[in-house]
């Protein structure tokens, strides 16, 4: 699949995405997208120069492109909509380091575009390389203070609290402190200069390196709560008042739990991978769980089809109905202060509420070529053996007392893998039943065979 992957157009520049092939992408998408196009940049490096050919690509082929200059990935959703634009195109390659780059794409729905859905259209054009001819035109637009009026309406904090809020040196840097500010909280700004060099850590706020700054500063500042935010503002880390970094499991489970008390009926929507902490929370206030595959592509796309009010994955993206179904990191942020406000007790007492389930994930290093294949195979053994296993997104294997999934990652050469017990025993038995399959995974082309994730 090269570049061109399930949720998103991403690859390391210059080795496998150019400005050539940036112009090939956007004459590809403007074709199949004629009309007027937003489009929008994270704060790396290459971003400028892929996105000025993007816009070239899309313009040759007679649509118009609005820029709105630096972005967030969901203010591109937002800017869709806003414009009532023909599609929407985010140039980020979202949390991945310093070296990457890549395309975020959206149709008329300002619903992202799938392998499935388009990215494979697009893929097909650049191999052919037709594309639609004409002269389109290229304007600017600023959507920032119109982003921020949303985000005011959509939140009531009840107090004043004070916040650390780190932007991982990317997009959402920009815009979260004014967002908290404008509320009446008193920030404390961490990496919030976009910068594509990421000085402070790499915008990945699912590893603890990349929280410790964030906890040290809440600690110290003695806020009451810290905001981590990823490279393009869709992917969220809470920080406890204690410094303490709350697992995403525990965050849906309080957005869970806020919703349905205004909201009770209605349907959530999950990856494979969620913790059954979540799905008990869901059942428990009234709502309606609905599992979807991993990726925000499947995710949005579900919620719309099944008029969610929230979706959630276990890696920090959390999506709601009035962000257009969007992974909005801030929007969530914003959430969460509202409950901690609301609620009048410290967020490491709030989140001790929830059920509790013994639960490990593992990424295992397999070669690319590999990983599907090596599900495949461990999906027929699973039937031959007479297991209960589930199969919408890799292979999840059920037991009488907890469960383990294994699925090949969309976006590396790895395997992900998460089991979970709510008893001691049996989250031993299922580990050492994890550890059996790990061994039966081929090495990497480097050696390698697991690491954490």
């Not at 389930?357 to 039937?383: C, H, P």
Request: net charge negative.
């Amino acid at each position: 699949m090269g570049i061109f992957k399930a949720y998103d157009i991403r690859g390391l520049y210059p080795a496998e995405l150019d400005e050539h092939l940036a112009f090939q992408i956007g004459a590809a998408f403007g074709s199949l997208n004629p009309g007027t196009i937003a489009v929008g940049c994270d704060a790396r490096l290459s971003g400028p120069s892929l996105k000025t050919q993007l816009i070239r690509g899309i313009c040759s082929t007679g649509s118009d492109v609005v820029e709105v200059g630096l972005t967030t990935t969901p203010m591109i959703v937002f800017a869709t909509k806003q414009l009532g634009a023909e599609g929407g195109v985010n140039v980020t390659a979202s949390h991945n380091p310093k070296e990457y780059n890549g395309f975020k794409l959206f149709d008329r729905a300002a619903m992202p575009i799938s392998y499935e859905s388009g990215i494979a259209q697009v893929e097909a054009l650049v191999e052919r390389g037709e594309y639609s001819k004409g002269a389109g035109a290229s304007s600017t637009r600023s959507i920032a203070e119109e982003y921020l009026a949303f985000l005011r309406a959509s939140v009531k904090p009840r107090k004043r609290l004070c916040i650390v809020l780190d932007g991982s040196n990317g997009p959402a840097g920009s815009y979260a402190p004014a967002a908290f500010r404008q509320l009446g909280m008193t920030v404390h700004e961490l990496n919030c200069t976009p910068d594509g060099t990421f000085p402070g850590h790499e915008p990945d706020p699912t590893r603890a390196e990349n929280l410790a700054e964030a906890q040290r500063q809440v600690r110290e500042v003695g806020a009451d709560l810290g905001f981590v935010y990823d490279g393009d503002g869709d992917r969220l880390a809470v920080i406890a008042e204690d410094g303490r970094a709350i697992e995403s499991r525990r965050i849906f489970s309080l957005l869970v739990q806020q919703m349905l008390s205004e909201r009770p009926g209605a349907k959530v929507v999950h990856d494979v991978l969620m913790s059954q902490m979540a799905l008990d929370t869901i059942r428990r206030y009234g709502g309606v769980p609905i599992a979807s595959k991993v990726g925000h592509t499947y995710i949005a796309q579900r919620m719309q089809d099944e008029a969610a009010a929230l979706g959630g994955e276990l890696s920090g993206h959390f999506y709601f109905n009035e962000t257009h179904y969007a992974d909005d990191a801030i929007f969530a942020s914003l959430k969460v202060l509202e409950l901690v406000a609301r609620e009048g007790r410290p967020i490491s007492a709030l989140v001790q509420d929830f059920p509790e389930y013994l639960t490990d994930n593992v990424r295992v290093a397999i070669r690319d070529v590999e990983k599907f294949s090596f599900i495949a195979r461990l999906r027929a053994d699973l039937e031959r053996n007479g297991y209960a296993i589930e199969t919408l997104d890799g292979v999840k294997v059920r037991f009488e007392h907890g469960w383990a999934l294994f699925r090949a990652s969309n976006t590396e050469p790895k395997l992900s893998i998460a089991y979970e017990s709510r008893d001691t025993g049996e989250f031993n038995r299922i580990k050492r039943f994890v550890e059996s399959v790990i061994e039966r995974v081929p090495q990497d082309d480097e050696g390698r065979h697991t690491g954490r994730g």
